[in-house]
């Protein structure tokens, strides 16, 4: 993924964080605006008004050493948790009292973190994105009434981004009778997976595989699971895409890009 394309896939990483218990609620609500990318940390007129929240700023660049095609990007998210119960804002450091652990109410900035650091480390580099901490810092919680404070955790990581736009492509499409299937894991978790399309043209080598959508002749199978049903075409070669949608998601009306389709792994020729 290019630094665009990471920072909306952090962002999506962070918006399903839930908590592991009681009702399992998401970590950051379900309001629009909870998680967010901002240029710079946010302002005053950028603060939420309900906690926890969180921000995605985008940190400084650099070229690669050993691949110059790469880029070593660093990313900053910002949470911050609001308690209350106590004077001196222990509560929003570690949590207080709270009818429900499986929900944000009264958490501590610390829970918080945790969370967060655990969905970045979902990002194991199998969808194009993985992450590895660089720095954390707690700030001191600042009063907003009697008992009630707000505290912030600075957590920066590095990612090793592409330079252009990176489309993933299915992997391991094989054949057994009418069944068809392959691996997409590490394409349907990503932000702006739109579906899969399952095609053919004619061809009986490796030379002949699709190398685009737009190369296949007749479409079979076009969906978000990665497995179909089907009767074989001799003499046809066979290949799977990935389709992307940066705006819309899943379900999207458009393609905006698409995974190409000569990879090892992504045809199967049928003789």
Known sequence: MNPWQMAQQIKKELQAVAWPGGAAEVVFGLQAGQVRVVAGAPTED?????YPA???VMGDGSPDEDHPELIDQNFRIITGAQSYGDKDGEHSIIGGPSPNLGASDNRGILEIAERVR???????????AKMQLVATALDTPFAVG???????????????????LNYDEPQQLVRAGTAWSWQGTHISDRFDFRRYTLG?????TVDDAAATLADITTTVYQNTTAA????????????????????????????????????????????
């Not at 950028?46 to 309900?50: A, H, I, L, S």
């Not at 053919?200 to 009986?204: F, L, Q, S």
């Not at 949608?245 to 020729?269: E, H, L, M, P, Y």
Request: glycine share 12%.
């Open 200 to 204: 053919y043209k004619a061809g009986t």
């Open 46 to 50: 950028q603060m939420p008004t309900t």
């Open 118 to 128: 655990n969905a970045i480390g979902d990002l194991t580099g199998a969808d194009g």
């Open 146 to 164: 009697p008992l009630s404070h707000i505290t912030f955790d600075d957590l920066t990581v590095a990612a090793l981004c592409t330079t252009d």
């Open 228 to 271: 179909t049903t089907h009767t074989a075409v001799s003499g046809q070669v066979y290949s799977v895409f990935a389709e992307y949608n940066a705006r819309s998601g899943t379900g999207g009306s458009t393609t905006d890009g698409s995974s190409a389709g000569n990879r090892v792994g992504a045809f199967v020729i049928e003789a």
């Open 54 to 56: 969180a921000w995605i």
